[in-house]
């Protein structure tokens, strides 16, 4: 499975930006779990939001709940990641991941997942 992870960009505080990330490869859409995550300049990678396999259901990390939203859409093999009322501190190399089945917690973890894309920066000016 490859990911391809797209959309980011330079935006002023408060506004918004719209991440995708495509997969390709040999899956069934309908088992993949899927995960963002982001590295902030100078720290380590983090958790940002999940949807699962089974229901859908979203998780987020507290920082960004209310503000960003993860969708998908299976029959473009796609997810996706809008980012309202951005901040400074959002600013991060944000990458997408994924994997066959998984839950909660496991899917806010690094080593959660097994396919990771390239990253795409993501930079939020006050």
């Known amino acids: 499975v490859q990911l391809q992870a797209s959309g980011g960009g330079l935006v002023q505080a408060g506004g918004s930006l719209r991440l995708s990330c495509a997969a390709s490869?040999?899956?069934?859409?309908?088992?993949?779990?899927w995960g963002w995550f982001r590295q902030p300049p100078g720290k380590e990678r983090q958790f940002v939001a999940a949807?699962?396999?089974?229901?859908?259901?979203?998780y987020y990390e507290d920082s960004v709940k209310g503000r960003f939203t993860i969708s998908r859409d299976n029959a473009k093999n796609t997810m996706f990641l809008e980012m309202n009322s951005l901040k400074p501190e959002d600013t991060a190399v944000y990458y997408c991941?994924?994997?066959?089945?998984?839950?909660?917690?496991?899917?806010?973890?690094?080593?959660?997942?097994?396919?990771w894309g390239q990253g795409t920066l993501v930079t939020v000016s006050s």
């Open positions: 991941a994924a994997r066959v089945g998984g839950s909660w917690p496991a899917l806010s973890r690094l080593n959660g997942y097994n396919y």
């Open positions: 490869g040999s899956f069934s859409r309908y088992t993949m779990s």
């Open positions: 949807i699962t396999w089974s229901s859908s259901i979203q």
